[in-house]
């Protein structure tokens, strides 16, 4: 840098590049840094063509913003290191529990009830919730939901149409919105299942299901303890 200087460049124009360049050497410089740069640059100016005292003080306020640009980065930076941080720490606290997360497998345990939910991003006229067993059996329930364009959550009695309660095993939700036309409207169902793992870092980071599924920490609509039965 200061051979840069010494032919007649300008501190602050090598300064301000390498700070808006992200440069991490930048982050270094300090006040004293700059007044010994700018030494350099008077020592070293055409004694037939010296610096104009404009452009000197013009230097010196420009100095200022950019001390005021570095501060900012290094300030930046640090709020993203804790957020990161903050959410890593927020997956890590959902392991062991049961998250509620974008994905149509359900595993009934043969009794009790299981929650579900799904969102709808228009209005619609009729939201068809089926209920299909992964042996091969078919639809074993239909659910009719609200069509308001939110997140909605329902439950599943664990029962067929006769009223006869399902064996335990795996069964798939098939949701079908549409609007008084019967055109289809976009719709995503979500069901619980338990984190067993955090994965990526920074903007990525993501919880691992017990069933293969990933999510992203802000996509998780619900969290709660795994119950003990």
């Known amino acids: 840098m200061v051979d840069a200087v010494s032919s007649g460049g300008s501190v602050v124009g090598s300064l301000t590049g390498a700070a808006a360049g992200g440069n991490s050497a930048a982050s270094q410089i300090d006040f004293n840094t700059y007044l010994k740069l700018l030494v350099t640059q008077l020592q070293n100016q055409d004694p037939l063509n010296p610096m104009d005292g404009t452009e000197f003080t013009k230097e010196l306020a420009t100095f200022s913003q950019l001390e005021q640009q570095i501060q900012s980065n290094n300030y930046l930076e640090r709020l993203t290191q804790v957020e990161d941080s903050s959410t890593r ?69 664990g029962k067929n149409e006769e009223g006869e309660l399902m064996a335990a095993g795996d069964y798939t939700l098939r949701i079908k919105a549409t609007d008084i036309d019967g055109n289809t409207v976009p719709s995503e169902a979500y069901t619980y299942g338990v984190v067993t793992a955090v994965l990526g870092s920074g903007d990525d980071v993501r919880v691992e299901i017990h069933d293969g599924r990933t999510s992203t920490v802000n996509d998780v609509m619900t969290v709660r303890m795994v119950s003990a039965g």
């Open 89 to 157: 720490g927020l997956a890590t606290s959902f392991l062991g529990k049961a998250a509620l997360v974008a994905g149509n497998k359900l595993e009934y345990m043969g009794e009790g009830t299981l929650e579900f939910g799904y969102t709808i991003e228009d209005a619609s006229s009729q939201v068809k919730i089926d209920i299909v067993a992964n042996d091969g059996s078919g639809v074993v329930r239909t659910l009719y939901g609200d069509g308001t364009a939110a997140k909605h959550m329902m439950e599943w009695d």
